[in-house]
C-alpha cells in the first residue's frame, strides 16, 4: 500500500482504512516485535478489559544515552498510558470512531492518539495498557543519524512553541528530510 503524501499519520491511516480486522497493529519497519509480545498483545485482546495497548522498548544498540532516554520514556508510557508510536494495537472501531491519527501532526501523532484512546476507554469502562514483559527492539537508526544537540534542539523548539513546531514537517526534519 502506498500513501504518496510523506506523513507518517497519513500513512498510518491509510493502512488502517484498507485493514478488515477487528484490531489494528502499527509497528514502525524499523522495529523487531518478538513472539512473546504478539503472545502478550492476544492476552490483552482476549482479556476484554482494554482498547488499545503499546509496549515498553528497548534500543538496539549500546549507546547509554539513548539507552536512559528509552527508560524515561519507558517510566513515563507506564504512568502515563502513552504509546510509543512504533508498536501501537488498537481496536478498529475505536480507531475509526476518533478518526486515527491527527493530520495536523508531523510528529508526536501517537502521543495526540494516545490522550484520546484514554478518554474513550475511560468513557467505555475500559483502560489502554502498556505491556512490559516483553520490550519492543527498535532501531537506534535516528540516533545515529542526528545529533544528540539535533534531537535537544527540536524538542526545546517544541516545548518554546508550544507544539506548533508538531505541525511542520520542515520543523520536524528529523523524520522528514530524508537522511538515511
Same mark, same amino acid.
Given at each position: 500500500?502506498?500513501?504518496?503524501?510523506?506523513?507518517?499519520?497519513r500513512?498510518r491511516?491509510?493502512?488502517?482504512?484498507?485493514?478488515?480486522?477487528?484490531?489494528?497493529? @502499527?509497528?514502525?519497519a524499523?522495529? &523487531?516485535?518478538s513472539a %512473546?509480545? #504478539?503472545?502478550?498483545?492476544?492476552? /490483552?485482546? +482476549?482479556?476484554?478489559?482494554?482498547?488499545?495497548?503499546?509496549?515498553?522498548?528497548?534500543?538496539?544498540?549500546?549507546?547509554?544515552?539513548?539507552?536512559?532516554?528509552?527508560?524515561?520514556?519507558n517510566?513515563?508510557?507506564r504512568?502515563?498510558?502513552?504509546?510509543?508510536g512504533?508498536?501501537? @494495537?488498537?481496536?478498529?472501531?475505536? &480507531?475509526?470512531?476518533? %478518526?486515527? #491519527?491527527?493530520?495536523?501532526?508531523? /510528529?508526536? +501523532?501517537?502521543?495526540?492518539?494516545?490522550?484520546?484512546?484514554?478518554?474513550?476507554?475511560?468513557?467505555?469502562?475500559?483502560?489502554?495498557v502498556?505491556?512490559?514483559?516483553?520490550?519492543?527492539?527498535?532501531?537506534e537508526r535516528?540516533?545515529?543519524?542526528?545529533?544528540?544537540?539535533?534531537?535537544?534542539?527540536?524538542?526545546?523548539?517544541?516545548?518554546?512553541?508550544?507544539?506548533?513546531?508538531?505541525?511542520?514537517?520542515?520543523?520536524?526534519?528529523?523524520?522528514?528530510?530524508?537522511?538515511?
Amino acid at each position: 500500500m502506498f500513501e504518496p503524501v510523506n506523513q507518517i499519520g497519513r500513512a498510518r491511516n491509510r493502512g488502517a482504512e484498507a485493514a478488515t480486522g477487528d484490531w489494528l497493529v @502499527f509497528i514502525d519497519a524499523d522495529s &523487531f516485535p518478538s513472539a %512473546g509480545l #504478539f503472545a502478550d498483545v492476544i492476552e /490483552a485482546i +482476549e482479556s476484554g478489559t482494554c482498547i488499545a495497548g503499546g509496549s515498553t522498548v528497548k534500543m538496539g544498540g549500546g549507546r547509554k544515552a539513548v539507552q536512559f532516554v528509552a527508560g524515561l520514556w519507558n517510566l513515563i508510557s507506564r504512568t502515563s498510558r502513552l504509546l510509543a508510536g512504533s508498536f501501537i @494495537f488498537c481496536q478498529t472501531s475505536v &480507531f475509526r470512531e476518533l %478518526g486515527g #491519527f491527527n493530520l495536523e501532526l508531523f /510528529a508526536s +501523532e501517537e502521543i495526540d492518539l494516545s490522550r484520546r484512546l484514554k478518554k474513550a476507554a475511560r468513557k467505555a469502562g475500559k483502560r489502554i495498557v502498556i505491556l512490559t514483559r516483553h520490550p519492543l527492539v527498535t532501531s537506534e537508526r535516528k540516533t545515529q543519524l542526528y545529533s544528540d544537540w539535533e534531537h535537544l534542539r527540536f524538542l526545546l523548539k517544541t516545548v518554546f512553541g508550544l507544539g506548533r513546531t508538531l505541525k511542520s514537517a520542515e520543523a520536524c526534519h528529523i523524520w522528514y528530510d530524508g537522511r538515511r
